[in-house]
């Protein structure tokens, strides 16, 4: 048994106990909501470099079939495999949801390890959205507890995403609050992922979700076999935060459980860009609309950010690739200047062809602002400085931007956007997606989960 | 193609580069004697905790049959994981080498991830070589770049045997310069592993050297289908040395390539024990032969050792399972001291049940001794104080533990720790060991690297 002296342990002890039946309702609608926007981000990337690469080693190192679905390209295989090609797929398009204040996006690393434990055992509905909701539980306040000095270096994603995934697949498979600290041990001691890749455009984010959900489902798998781990893999003297956090706050671990429902908290994408841009970005938007500009009469665009979006974004000068423009805050405001949209077909045809966008590209800075910073990672508050050739100076200033808990998505929003993700790559036709999303929303009432979509 | 302007590129640039050819015959020598080595540990953990968890996650994970072997199992599954499951098992009875200064052990990782590899594309005993030496010589440097700093909270075995079996891996797959950056930076984003686990016995050292073996195969295989990577995941801003080491030098990993090779450096394991036991277990058998000593005639002895050894060992009171007491400074002591062995047999016969074994280890203790830690990671030296009954005292001193370079064990003498490891676990004849012996001596000349074992 766990005793519950410690914030880690009560984290632990509270995954393990949760039942469906606790759920409030918008909890267990949300979970939904949030499910639907992760398989259409999972669609979205059928075909695009590097996930033909990801599905090839899958295919090569894994079983032919299986009971676990690979979303974009309809095959089967392992729960190991699918959850490893169906993380990498999710994070590609840069549409998967984000929690603010852990700066982790859960849907990604959550959700592909759910399903692939879910599909194995049979799972019914309300049992896989429990898992998620544990997973997302565990994973928003881990974050949390790891801080901004983790994040400096540290793609949370990839590491915290480990025991997310561990969590969610570890409720899944039914594990004891033991069995269940051992998951989680496993997954600390294997949860790795580093920024760097990101001013080479390199191919890693994909990777780090991939290696989260996998390695987090194989810690489950592994303490259901009975595979023990370090107790205090989060805070003890040679875990998590000892080697890879100097702030890190043990009280996070434990915040408000059952009481706070910290999925709720997590927004959607609209914008289909690296979150970081998406404040300025709606507020650049508003200043426009308001004052009647267009691309053309703009002189310059200060944007006055957080530290977090000058860690990442500061690397990207001009974008060589479409994932890497997702990263370029002069490119987002470009396309949204340019052409009023920043969505998956504005990127893929304007973000690095156009020369109206590069050149609006060029007009933009970013700043540290204080206001903003002290707000962040809790608020991610949009402030903007246009310059107009006319010399006039306009702010504009957002506090939620759209997809924020504050501003959220509606369903039939979500739909939509679904809707659109599907198409971009065709990897399901308009009816299919159309069932999909009915079932989704009644995801709740499903006796098992089963496949999302028929074989290929 | 890479500049050779930082010791990481000149690093890269040499494992790509490194052809068998180029090595001096000791190199090639020491390179198969390791090899044995490492197969006997392999095989001697045959049907140990928790060698079978690991082998039906693999089972239900990945293929039934493929073009890589299971040594302790005689299966045989994909490359993926073949070395996953190689890996844990090589780890498991602390039988396998070290490398000093680096404080890695090499084989456990570099090994499986690279016979898999082999077996996958057919190369031959000479291909083999080349790509192991170019393993151990990446891994080797960069464990040293990561200095001790990184070895206090990360297991450097894991962490940085991600990337030498990442290299190995490669260097069989024939990566270009580019891809193998690409594999190092996959690797280097993938490399976890936390000594938190020690404490509680935990079986994650052996999840630690799956996972690497695995993760840097997986990087290697990404790399030649294209997917690409940070080029500076070692020495970046947001690398691995900025996330996970306070006192790394880049100088090391540069270090006199193709002059210096770091493999011959390595140390073969006598005792089966961890290896910051060694030193002080061989000063306190050269005492006791010296002044003809019996366990019996001992009071207390006090071993002084290096910071490292007690951050290993300290946290280890009563050792309550076999693998912890192989991290019991006093139980490896008590052991030698009684029974005159700390091999396998003696730990699983003696180490937790017998009376004398635990009345000797509550007379041992350890303290720092500055000298002794002014040499390491360097040298590993053994100092002993022994007071007896009677109220004498001697100090015992040895600078060349068994199995160091300058007290190695023959070729003669690795046949036969092969036959004795091969025989605990029986998970190979008498006469199969023999062949497999005979086969490795003569590796250099193998047209392919083929099965090591019959097929079960």
Sequence with gaps: MIDQNTPADALCAFVAGLRYEQLPVPVVERCEELFLDWIASALAAKGMHPLPQFEAFAHAMGPAGGPAEVLASRGRTSPYFAAWVNAASSHLVEQDDLHNSSVLHPATVVFPAALAAAQDVGASGAEFIAACVAGYEAGIRIGEFLGRSHYRIFHTTATVGTLAAAVAAGHVLKLSPEQMRNAIGSAGTQA???????????????????????????AAYLARGGVSAARRILDGEKGM???????????????RLGSRWALLETSFKFHASCRHTHPAADALQAVMQREGLAHGDIESVLTR???????????????????????SMGTVLGLLAVHGDAGLESFRDH?????????????????LDDEVDAAYPKRWLGRVEVRTRSGACFQGAIDDPKGDPGN?????????????????????????IDALIGRVWQLRTAPRIGALLPSS
């Excluded at 935060?241 to 915040?255: E, N, Q």
Aim: charged residues 20%.
């Design 305 to 327: 950010v957080h530290k977090g979006a000058i860690d990442v974004l500061g690397v990207v000068d001009v974008p060589t690739t479409v994932h890497q423009a997702k990263f």
């Design 351 to 367: 973000a690095l062809s156009d020369p109206a966008v590069a050149a609006f590209r060029d007009k933009v800075g970013m700043t």
């Design 408 to 432: 959220t998505l509606s369903r039939a929003e979500l739909a939509d956007k679904a809707r659109r993700l599907a198409a971009f790559s065709g990897a399901a036709s308009p009816a299919e």
């Design 192 to 218: 790795a992922g580093l920024w760097e890749f990101l001013r080479d455009a390199a191919d890693s984010k994909q990777l780090h979700t991939a290696h989260a959900a996998a390695s987090g489902l194989a």
């Design 241 to 255: 935060a000892a080697g890879m956090s100097s702030d890190a706050d043990p009280a996070r671990l434990g915040d």
